[in-house]
């Protein structure tokens, strides 16, 4: 009895975080906005193609993946390190936008050496993104309900990032790496379309 009252009260506390996520204008629109970031994780299946396509081996490869965590490093420690307070909302859109241009630019990089430095300015801008969702939902998430809501904003990216992966193969076949990582910039930009929306409301 008691496991079944307790798996009663999980259920609806989760009905109450979603319910909460889906009434919230700006929540709704931040969940939306890092669902469509997540859509951006084709990017992870065209990268080795694009550095093939550019001539270069499997160290291009590695470059190119370790070149976003080396942005997301860079991102932190110069958030950690600034003077001046950013709104919000500012931070949502700019982080979200420099995350896509640094994939649609990755796409268009005539060099592995700049694609590498692309795939950097794309991690500084999901460092950027990532710091700013997550204060905003501490922002506007009553305490009581805010670990069940950013729940729910990682399940959206998370639901994001299967389907872009799942997208990006065939996607991939009929086209070309640099469509995939062009698409995925698309994909960041609309994103930073949309957690604009959120930066409005919870301003």
């Excluded at 076949?173 to 910039?185: E, K």
Aim: net charge positive; aromatic share 6%; charged share 10%.
């Amino acid at each position: 009895m008691a496991a079944a009252a307790s798996c009663t009260g999980a259920w609806a506390d989760a009905r109450a975080g979603l319910r909460y996520t889906f009434h919230t204008s700006a929540v709704r629109a931040l969940a939306a906005g890092f669902f469509l970031a997540g859509l951006s994780a084709g990017d992870d299946v065209a990268l080795p193609f694009l550095a093939r396509d550019l001539g270069a081996g499997e160290r291009a490869i590695g470059a190119l993946y370790a070149a976003v965590g080396a942005g997301l490093i860079a991102g932190y420690v110069l958030l950690a390190r600034r003077r001046t307070a950013t709104k919000a909302g500012a931070g949502l859109v700019l982080g979200a936008a420099v995350a896509g241009a640094g994939n649609a630019l990755t796409g268009m990089a005539p060099a592995v050496a700049l694609a590498v430095a692309f795939q950097i300015v794309r991690g500084a801008g999901l460092a950027v993104y990532e710091t700013f969702l997550q204060t905003t939902l501490q922002r506007e998430v009553p305490g009581e309900l805010l670990g069940r809501v950013v729940a729910n904003a990682y399940g959206a990216v998370n639901v994001g990032a299967c389907v872009g992966l799942l997208a990006a193969g065939p996607l991939l076949d009929t086209t070309s790496a640099r469509v995939v990582l062009i698409a995925s910039g698309g994909m960041g930009l609309l994103s930073a379309w949309v957690s604009s929306r959120a930066g409005r409301m919870s301003a």
